[in-house]
């Protein structure tokens, strides 16, 4: 399952009645195997589109960040059932983004439960202070995070 949302798909999903949610990406084993889901599908509820397009004034063209952001950022261990993942814009436009992603506890679906800007010093205390699941390999095979300003975590075993 590979989805690309463009804004016209998304403004497809707010204005439909149904469905309330819809899938939007795929996560790897290791992702899941750690939330204790049962499935790798990730799924966004409408009302959250809408809060992230109001409360955290991001624009339909962004939304497609969520996904970049849960497939391509450094996966970090969060509260039971949560994984945060930190991602720099493709573009190089010095923004950083977190989603957050949760297991529900009754079927182990999973669902985006946060999606916003970072600001730098964010950024980097949640890299300093969370253990790292999954991060961006350098050529030595090691761990790292070019743009982080945090050193080389050792990867996890």
């Known amino acids: 399952l590979r989805l690309t949302m463009f804004a016209k798909d998304w403004l497809a999903f707010l204005q439909a009645d149904e469905p309330r949610c819809i899938q939007i990406g795929e996560i790897d084993s290791i992702i899941r195997d750690h939330l204790v889901a049962r499935t790798t599908v990730v799924h966004i509820e409408r009302s959250y589109v809408l809060k992230i397009l109001t409360k955290h004034r991001l624009k339909l063209e962004e939304l497609w960040l969520i996904e970049a952001t849960i497939r391509h950022g450094i996966a970090l261990e ?15 436009t010095d923004q950083h983004f977190q989603a957050t992603i949760k297991a529900t506890a009754n079927n182990g679906e999973i669902y985006v439960c946060t999606f916003h800007r970072l600001r730098p010093g964010e950024r980097r205390r949640r890299l300093r202070q969370a253990k790292i699941i999954r991060g961006l390999l350098n050529e030595k095979g090691q761990l790292s995070c070019p743009s982080c300003a945090v050193g080389t975590p050792t990867p996890p075993t």
Do not use: M, N, W, Y
Request: glycine share 6%; hydrophobic share 25%.
């Open 78 to 92: 969060d509260k039971s059932k949560h994984i945060t993942f930190i991602h720099e814009h493709p573009a190089g």
